[in-house]
C-alpha cells in the first residue's frame, strides 16, 4: 500500500502543473486585484465624518498634482523611491548624521523637515524637498514615509501592475514564467506582472506563487497564495492517511 501511496502522492505533485489553467483563471475573484485593495486601503485611511478620501491620500495626491504641474511626474517618482529605500535602509553614516540632526535640542518640525532634505538628498526634483517642508508646516512629517507608500501603491495601480512571487524548487524556465505571468495577469485582471522568482527546494518539485503586498516595491507576506508544491501535496496525503 506504502508504494502505490508514494506514487499516487508523486503523480499529484506532476499533475499540478497541468492544472495551472484552472487553479490561476478565475475571472470571479477581481476584488483580488490591485484596484480592490487600493479601495480598500482608502476606506482604512478615510478621516472621521465619512469623507471619501483619507489624509494620506489627499496628501499624496497633493503631491503627484504639484509633480504635474511641474512637469516632474518622473524625477518626483524617482525622489519618492529614494526616500522610501532610504527610510526603509540606509548605511550607517546616512542614520548617524540624520538621527544627530533630528535630535538637535528644541528643534522645530519645520527644523527636522530641513535635515531630512539635506541628509537625505540630493534630489532629482525641486517639489519633493518643497513637499517635505510642506508636511512639517502641516503637522504631518511622521507621515512622509507612510504617503510615498500610498504614492508607489497608487502608481502600480494606475499603470496595472501586481507583484508576484513564485517559490519553486528549481529555476523555472522562459516558457514556464511567460505562463505563469499570461495566467496571473488574467486572473487579477491587471495589465502585467512583475513577478519575482525564489528557488525553495524544501518545495521539492511544483511551486508556490504569493500575492497581495501591501508595499508593491517591499514583496514580503502576500495575502494570498496558490501552491502546487510537492511539498504541499505530501503534507496534504500525510493528513489524510492519519
Given at each position: 500500500m506504502a508504494p502505490?501511496?508514494?506514487?499516487?502522492v508523486c503523480l499529484a505533485a506532476v499533475?499540478?502543473?497541468?492544472?495551472?489553467?484552472?487553479?490561476?483563471?478565475s475571472p470571479g475573484l477581481g476584488?483580488?486585484?490591485?484596484?480592490?485593495r487600493v479601495a480598500m486601503r482608502a476606506a482604512e485611511n478615510t478621516a472621521g465624518g465619512g469623507y471619501p478620501r483619507g489624509p494620506l491620500v489627499v496628501y499624496m495626491n497633493a503631491l503627484m498634482d504639484a509633480a504635474a504641474k511641474s512637469s516632474e511626474s518622473v524625477v518626483v517618482t524617482k525622489d519618492v523611491m529614494r526616500y522610501k529605500k532610504l527610510s526603509e535602509s540606509m548605511d550607517g553614516d546616512m542614520k548617524f548624521e540624520l538621527t544627530a540632526a533630528l535630535n538637535e535640542p528644541a528643534i522645530s518640525?519645520?527644523?527636522?523637515?530641513?535635515?531630512?532634505?539635506?541628509?537625505?538628498?540630493p534630489w532629482e526634483s525641486t517639489v519633493f524637498p518643497k513637499f517635505v517642508t510642506f508636511l512639517a508646516k502641516k503637522r504631518r512629517i511622521k507621515q512622509l514615509r507612510a504617503i510615498c507608500e500610498e504614492y508607489v501603491s497608487h502608481l502600480y495601480h494606475q499603470q496595472s501592475i501586481e507583484p508576484v512571487t513564485v517559490f519553486s524548487a528549481t529555476q523555472l524556465?522562459?516558457?514556464?514564467?511567460?505562463?505563469?505571468?499570461?495566467?496571473?495577469?488574467?486572473?487579477?485582471?491587471?495589465?502585467?506582472?512583475?513577478?519575482?522568482?525564489?528557488?525553495?527546494?524544501?518545495?521539492?518539485s511544483g511551486f508556490k506563487i504569493e500575492w497581495g503586498?501591501?508595499?508593491?516595491?517591499?514583496?514580503?507576506?502576500?495575502?494570498?497564495?496558490?501552491?502546487?508544491?510537492?511539498?504541499?501535496?505530501?503534507?496534504e496525503a500525510a493528513i489524510s492517511a492519519r
Open positions: 502505490m501511496r508514494s506514487a499516487a499533475g499540478a502543473w497541468n492544472l495551472l489553467s484552472q487553479a490561476f483563471v476584488k483580488s486585484s490591485r484596484a480592490g518640525l519645520t527644523g527636522q523637515a530641513a535635515a531630512i532634505v539635506s541628509v537625505m538628498g524556465t522562459d516558457e514556464q514564467v511567460d505562463k505563469i505571468k499570461a495566467k496571473m495577469a488574467a486572473k487579477l485582471q491587471v495589465r502585467d506582472i512583475k513577478l519575482v522568482q525564489r528557488v525553495d527546494m524544501s518545495l521539492l503586498y501591501t508595499d508593491p516595491e517591499n514583496p514580503l507576506v502576500g495575502a494570498e497564495s496558490i501552491d502546487l508544491s510537492l511539498k504541499s501535496a505530501l503534507e
